[in-house]
């Protein structure tokens, strides 16, 4: 009779639980918060903050490419001075299709090319500047970067992105701020009619004297309405509300990575923006975020808005951002780099890889042989998720099979009221990991704010590794644990969590 009681018992708590539920199509990626709001409404409205559809393309892409290539590929130089001439720019071999080719083999998703650098010089044969590839010795003046980059990437399957330097030292009206920013518009309108599907442009932050030291009041605005008119599915990096910079250029983002932050929506009507489709845009001020926390508790309780506003992680694969022979052997080691993904993708991050073609307009042996390495270890690590054949057994969570929004996902969850649970598993035998991932489903939101795992010795749960915030995912690298039980504990959350993935695996070594 004990074993039957035990049995149902068992049973009630076992996962395949299965419960329907409907997203809420109202849920925003940004809210207002009112003086009168509680701590406890104010953590309800930051848990229930989504990424935009964009966002969470964007997102899913985990790992891109950066291509710094450019009239400084030819000067040796980080900052072009302006002045260059066009004539110096001559790759002998330029082969975008090789670059795309070599993103892609890696496993890089999306590829952004450095279109205008801060010297000003394009590698589209713009129509409001001289200081282009059309000046230039490379195909006769008659060659388009742009156009073979984008074309290569379309071939390989690679999603493109754009940068485009808002600060220029080449054009004369830099500093005489409206006929700059009129200059900068057409740029734009340029890039974004003339080559497609364009997933990312990137606004770095850099702007230092025009002439005469004159400054340039940059009309962000503007800028931002003709993206959105001509590239409406495409998301704005840095200077701008779409995805933020992580704040460092190590290739390490934050332990605790919140994707919802404070922002200031007191200039917004919250009625009208409601209706409106980037009401950000209208409002939003750049500015660079570098602190270590930016969406905790502590953060967002003097807040008079939220927005989601996620995190990409920009690294060069080399000392400089453009290729120079002279750093061909301080390339970083396939080792160096999976410690980089880890510390990037693994910490709810994009991570952004700069991989630069060299003089000729390749990618050098070295950077590939490196890229080759790093892939080879990703992939043996995640070719075997652990726990795909094991048995879980919930603790106050339940799977729910979610219609709509999330296409017939499955996620785990608790009711909306509790904010701890734990899943048990039993694998299908004793196996030996040091990896492990996390994901949450942040269609509804970034809620897990302390978790930890533990493992079973036969007579006792023994904690090895905790964090703080998951989101969209979450590595973990530790000393190898050799088991057949695993626990993973969601100690504390801002809303009911909502678990989309768990992995455990084992690291070549
Ligand atoms: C910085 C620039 O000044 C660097 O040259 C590089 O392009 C890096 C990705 O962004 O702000």
Redesign the pocket.
Known sequence: MTKIIAFVFLFAFITTIYSQQTIDNRQKNFAFIKPTDTPEQIITKVANVVPTKQQYEWQKLEFIA?A?FGMNTFTNN??GAGKEDEKLFNPSSLDARQWARVYKKAGMKLAIL?VK??GGFCLWPSKYTEHSVKNSLWKNGKGDVVKEFVNACREYGLNVGL?LSPWDRNNPDYGDSPKYNEYFCNQLRELLTNYGEITEVWF???NVEGPNGKKQVYDWQAYYKVIRELQPNAVIFGMAPDIRWVGT?SGYGRETEWNVIPIDLSKLNETSAASMKNPLDKIYQPKDLMGDDLGGREKIKTANGLFWYPAET?VSIRPG?FYRASEDTVVKSPEKLVDIYFSSVGRNSVLLL?VPPDKRGLISDYDIKSLTGMKKILDKTFKNNLVVDAKIKSFGMKKVFAKNLLNNNTYWTTDSTKTDAELEFTLSGTKTFDVVMLQEEIRVGQRIEKFHLEYWDGKNWNNFVDGTTVGYKRLLHFQPVKTNRVKLVIEQSRSNPIFANFGLFKMPR
Do not use: R
Request: hydrophobic letters at 25%.
């Open positions: 950066f710094h980080e900052w450095t650098h801060h940068y770095d932050g850099a250029e920009d951002w700069n």
